[in-house]
């Protein structure tokens, strides 16, 4: 199976504008950074003949990834732990920023939600010949290594590398 993954920052996976200006000038460029990542995936469902797309989303929002997937009559699951099983397997909400837990147990948290990544990617690709993987850009290369190991073909990307996309929405608007 070929496996492209795709690493990003979470902010733009939501159809919902988080931002807020006096003037909208903030909404809009969340709006505009939003429909291109949406033309985006359009692309890629396109070029690569992607069957399923697995997506690390925040459980309970609405995804752009599942939204074209929809138009686009592509399978569609959202890969991330569900809160009740990320909550029966002790793993925090908030473990990436509390100081209270060391990096081993970070990894551990992170290996656990990668494992479960990969397995509902599989689980849910069927016999599909191409998917699509949606994730944080932290987990691009475990996750990566993870499909490798079981012999598929990965490519690896990241949003970053696209000439309209901007990290820091904020930042960029205060600069102009």
């Not at 979470?10 to 807020?20: A, L, V, W």
């Not at 752009?64 to 009559?73: E, G, L, R, S, T």
């Amino acid at each position: 199976m070929d496996i492209h993954i795709l690493g990003l920052n979470h902010q733009i996976q939501s159809t919902r504008i988080g931002s807020s200006s006096t003037g909208g000038e903030l909404e809009r460029f969340e709006r505009g950074q939003k429909e291109q990542f949406d033309i985006l995936l359009q692309k890629k469902i396109d070029e690569f003949a992607v069957e399923f797309v697995g997506e690390e989303a925040r459980h309970g929002w609405d995804s752009i990834a599942h939204a074209v997937c929809v138009a686009k009559d592509c399978r569609y699951a959202n890969i991330e732990i569900p809160p009740d099983e990320r909550a029966a397997r002790r793993i925090p909400t908030d473990y990436e920023s509390n100081a209270d837990f060391s990096q081993v147990d970070k990894m551990r948290f992170h290996e656990q939600r990668e494992d479960f990544m990969y397995q509902e990617a599989i689980n849910e690709a069927g016999n599909a010949k191409c998917i699509l993987v949606i994730c944080g850009r932290f987990h691009t290369p475990r996750i990566g290594r993870k499909f490798r190991d079981a012999g598929h073909t990965v490519y690896e990307e990241d949003i970053q590398r696209e000439a309209w996309y901007v990290e820091d929405w904020m930042t960029h608007m205060m600069r102009l």
